[in-house]
């Protein structure tokens, strides 16, 4: 059974500060996606990943994917409040679907 | 970019009753959709994959006379939920993929009182 855990499951961090999330998955897959959601909306497509080593940035997000090691991660930096909300990584769970198992969640409270 | 549309986006009813929510793609065909639910400051868990033309599939643990797929055309998928109770209510989301991409339609919000 494929599992796909982040960590941290929450965060609150300083305007200005960096830092990473990570997200970790148990069995092969060959794309990994990262989506925000704000309170009580549905989610927001930020990152497609598709191979190893791939890195796709945007704005203060940056995200990269180490296959071999089932690890993505997802760094912010120069936090600002704007970015605060709860952000998922999800993982393809098989060569030809699109089925997605979605990680924990990582909630993130940026303060001033 | 793809837009995927729900309907509707909230929905309060009596316990016992039927509820329908839609799901459109609506600049693009979308042979498969997916359904999720999703608790209270929890994760999404996909429910069952809808399958254009044919019968959908579910994940381990729904169960397929309660909440009934059909996906009728290639732009749309509708999730049924049979005699709901409270313990149904949540925040039901559909995505369709285009072009590697899962695009998430705006969630349907089900209280069952």
């Known amino acids: 059974e494929l599992k796909v855990e982040q960590n941290p499951l929450f965060l609150s961090m300083q305007e200005g500060k960096n830092y990473t999330i990570y997200c970790n998955y148990s069995t092969t897959s060959d794309r990994l996606y990262w989506y925000r959601q704000d309170p009580g909306k549905s989610l927001e497509s930020l990152f497609v990943l598709l191979s190893n080593g791939a890195v796709k940035q945007e704005g203060r997000l940056m995200a990269s994917l180490d296959t071999k090691a089932r690890l993505s991660t997802l760094h912010i930096t120069a936090a600002v409040h704007d970015l605060s909300a709860t952000y998922f990584c999800?993982?393809?769970?098989?060569?030809?679907?699109?089925?997605?198992?979605f990680g924990t969640g990582t909630r993130l409270q940026v303060f001033p | 970019g793809a837009v995927v549309s729900q309907h509707p986006s909230w929905v309060i009813c009596k316990s016992g009753t039927s509820v329908k929510i839609e799901c459109r793609s609506l600049?693009?065909?979308?042979?498969?959709m997916f359904w999720y639910r999703q608790f209270p400051k929890q994760s999404l868990m996909l429910m069952a994959t809808s399958n254009e033309g044919s019968k959908a599939t579910y994940e381990q643990g729904v169960e397929k006379d309660k909440f009934l797929i059909n996906h009728a055309s290639l732009t749309l998928s509708t999730l049924t939920v049979t005699s709901a109770h409270p313990e149904d209510s949540s925040f039901y989301i559909c995505s369709a993929g285009f072009q590697e991409t899962q695009y998430f339609g705006p969630g349907t919000r089900l209280l069952v009182l």
């Open positions: 999800a993982v393809v769970i098989s060569y030809n679907t699109d089925k997605l198992i």
């Open positions: 600049d693009f065909q979308a042979t498969t």
